[in-house]
């Protein structure tokens, strides 16, 4: 049973790169996914500022349209009002809507100027954004390529280290063994063997009986930690 367990461990080596290397090609799309979506967001909230800049410019436009109507309606009632020589109320009357008028201008003009002011900060803040954002792609860029290279790296390992584990399965373990193994592997995230320490199992870390202790120790037979399940093995040196 010793050539099981010294077979088995060697096995567990190699399934432990494995399990490394298949979490790190698991972890590399969803980063870069992960990225791409808080640049997609940075995007979106730099867009929506430059859409609320636009509407604030929109808006002061049609302020600015609608003052001019009312100055030139200003000047055609001065016009009227000067060719209204006598008419009393007449002429109080187009003073009155002359008045109106000059009020109505001034206070749009100070709306318009308020919104100017956040128009103009809108406007920086966007191009801030816009800034932010083309650094942001450069390095993610860089990063792209890092991915990719990485990937490919982990890859050609990944297929070196799983035409070795298919070579060493063939020899050396019995089906049973075996099984076993890669249920245990399966179930307990790529780490089936345990190390047992004095009566302590380096994998979960509790005590296991004496009677089991000696299990272990004459390795006549595959021994499992009554607590994680995982095949204990005795560091021989
Ligand atoms: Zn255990």
């Known amino acids: ?22 979490a790190e090609l698991k972890r590399l799309p969803e980063e870069r996914a992960k990225r791409r979506k808080e640049l997609d967001q940075q995007i979106a909230r730099c ?12 808006k002061v436009k049609e302020i600015e349209d609608q003052t001019s109507k009312e100055r030139q309606r200003i000047r055609k009632l001065e016009t009227e009002a000067a060719s ?3 008419d009393v109320a007449l002429l109080a009357a187009f003073q009155h809507e ?5 009020r109505d201008i ?28 083309d650094e942001a792609e450069k390095v993610f860029a860089e990063f792209l390529g890092n991915v990719e290279r990485e990937t490919k790296e982990a890859q050609t390992k990944l ?28 179930a307990r995230e790529g780490v089936a063997l345990a190390l047992l320490d004095g009566r302590i199992c380096q994998a979960c870390f509790m005590e296991v009986p004496t009677n089991l202790y000696v299990r272990v120790a004459r390795a006549a037979q595959l021994t499992q930690c009554p607590s994680c399940d995982r095949i204990l093995f005795q560091d021989l040196g």
Do not use: F
């Open 98 to 102: 002359i008045k109106t008028l000059k």
């Open 84 to 86: 209204s020589r006598g």
């Open 106 to 133: 001034s206070g749009a003009e100070e709306q318009g100027l308020e919104l100017v002011g956040q128009a103009e900060l809108a406007e920086t803040d966007a191009k801030n954004q816009r800034a932010a954002i």
């Open 47 to 58: 867009e929506s500022q430059q859409k609320h800049a636009r509407e604030l410019r929109t």
């Open 159 to 186: 297929e070196r280290l799983l035409a070795e584990r298919r070579q060493r399965m063939a020899k050396d373990l019995a089906p049973e063994s075996l099984a076993l193994y890669e249920r245990l592997l399966a």
């Open 1 to 22: 049973m010793q050539d099981t367990i010294r077979a088995l461990r060697a096995l567990q080596e190699l399934d432990t790169d494995i399990y490394r290397l298949k």
